[in-house]
C-alpha cells in the first residue's frame, strides 16, 4: 500500500522539515500538508538532503483535499483512550505494517504540536493508531512521532504481497447492509450510531481483502434481505 503522510496544520516549519527528513531516512516521498499559511524557508534548512520532498509537498487547505485519492485513513494519538472512550481506542503502531502488504493508498494523519488532531479529525480515520510511550508524558514531537511511525512501518518488511485492499466503496457497502439489518432488528437512534461506529473501527482494525470484502457484502446483503422477509411477513 502506498503511503500519504499528512500534517495538519502544523506550527513550527523546522518540524515540517525534519519530518520531510525522516521520510527520506525511510523511503517514503508524498507529503500533504493541511496549512492556513505558507511554508518558510526553516523547513527547507532543516530538511537537509529532504528539501526535494518539502519542495513538492501538496499544502491544501482542508483535511477533506488531503483526503483526496485515499483508500485508507490513519489516525495517530498519544492521548488513548478507555473502552468508554471509543473514538481514542487505538492499535500500536506496529500493527500499521500490515497495510503494506496490500494494494491502494493509505493517508496517516498527525495532528498539530499543541492539541494533536482534533475528535472531529479522528471521527474521519478508519484506525486510530498510537505510540506506547511512558505514562508520565506520553506525547512525542510530531518530527519524532513521524519517525517512530515510518521505522515501525517498514522494520522487518520484505516483500509484498499480491491482494488488494478492500475499497472505500466496498466497505461503505458493508457498512450500508449491516445498517440495514441492524435497523431491522429494531436497532434506532443513538445505539445504533454507536454500534455503527464500532463495526466502523472493527472492520478499520482487520485490514480486509477485496476479497473477503466481497464475501461479506453477499452474507449481509442476505442477512439483511432476510431480515426484510420476516418484517414484511408480520405486517
Not at 496544520?9 to 523511503?27: H, L
Not at 499544502?59 to 495517530?76: H, P
Not at 472531529?120 to 517512530?148: K, Q
Not at 457484502?217 to 432476510?226: A, D, E, W
Request: aromatic fraction near 10%; charge should be positive; include cysteine.
Amino acid at each position: 500500500m502506498d503511503v500519504r503522510v499528512v500534517l495538519v496544520e502544523p506550527i513550527y516549519d523546522f518540524n515540517i522539515g525534519m519530518v520531510a527528513r525522516s521520510m527520506k531516512n525511510f523511503g517514503f516521498k508524498e507529503l500533504y500538508i493541511v496549512a492556513r499559511r505558507s511554508i518558510g524557508i526553516d523547513a527547507i534548512r532543516f530538511a537537509s538532503h529532504a528539501a526535494d520532498i518539502i519542495e513538492s509537498a501538496v499544502i491544501v487547505r482542508d483535511l477533506e483535499d488531503a483526503l483526496v485519492g485515499v483508500d485508507y485513513v490513519v489516525g495517530t494519538t498519544g492521548v488513548t483512550g478507555s473502552e468508554h472512550n471509543l473514538l481514542r481506542i487505538a492499535v500500536p503502531i506496529w500493527e500499521l505494517r500490515h497495510t503494506l502488504r496490500l494494494k491502494g493508498k493509505m493517508a496517516i494523519l498527525f495532528g498539530r504540536e499543541d492539541v494533536g488532531l482534533l475528535n472531529s479529525e479522528l471521527r474521519r480515520c478508519d484506525l486510530i493508531a498510537t505510540i506506547p510511550a511512558s505514562d508520565e508524558y506520553p506525547v512525542l514531537n510530531l518530527s519524532h512521532a513521524v519517525a517512530v511511525t515510518l521505522y515501525e512501518l517498514t522494520r522487518g518488511f520484505q516483500r509484498r504481497f499480491k491482494y488488494r485492499a478492500a475499497t472505500p466503496e466496498e466497505r461503505l457497502l458493508i457498512m450500508r447492509f449491516l445498517e440495514e439489518s441492524l435497523r431491522f432488528s429494531g436497532l434506532t437512534g443513538r445505539k445504533l450510531n454507536r454500534a455503527m461506529f464500532v463495526f466502523r473501527r472493527v472492520f478499520g482494525r482487520s485490514f480486509i481483502s477485496g476479497r473477503e470484502a466481497y464475501t461479506l457484502i453477499g452474507c449481509f446483503r442476505r442477512i439483511r434481505n432476510r431480515l426484510s422477509q420476516c418484517v414484511s411477513s408480520t405486517t
